[in-house]
Nanobody, 126 residues
Framework: QVQMVESGGGLVQAGGSLRLSCSASGGSFTKYGMGWFRQASGKEREAVAT????????YYADSVKGRFTIWRDDANNTAYLQMNSLKPEDTALYHC???????????????????WGQGTQVTVSS
């Protein structure tokens, strides 16, 4: 069974950058679609960025396009989320997740992700 552990969150000023990492263990990582999701206080969880198992297809929420980048390093069973030009509205608990079921058209659907990490907090001050 795949286990996910996020790291890299923290407190940053608006305009700053953070890089989140998601380390997977317990299974073969290469065939899993990967996703970063976030949940702000009092709000529903939303897909931030997702990546197909092949790396060919990517999804970005409109609110992060041009600022965030997702990629994966299968050799090290790790997925990353580079976050630049951070805004206070990016403040949330960020989770990574893995799925064997997502397709190009469903890769932003959190319900299709089977394995989740505990999350890493990102706080952006104004």
């Amino acid at each position: 069974q795949v286990q996910m552990v996020e790291s890299g969150g923290g407190l940053v000023q608006a305009g700053g950058s953070l890089r989140l990492s998601c380390s997977a263990s317990g299974g073969s990582f290469t065939k899993y679609g990967m996703g970063w999701f976030r949940q702000a206080s009092g709000k529903e969880r939303e897909a931030v960025a997702t990546l197909s198992w092949s790396g060919t297809n990517k999804y970005y929420a409109d609110s992060v396009k041009g600022r965030f980048t997702i990629w994966r390093d299968d050799a090290n069973n790790t997925a990353y989320l580079q976050m630049n030009s951070l805004k206070p509205e990016d403040t949330a608990l960020y989770h990574c997740a893995a799925s064997l079921r997502t397709t190009r058209t469903t890769m932003a659907n959190s319900l299709l992700y089977d394995y989740w990490g505990q999350g890493t907090q990102v706080t952006v001050s104004s």
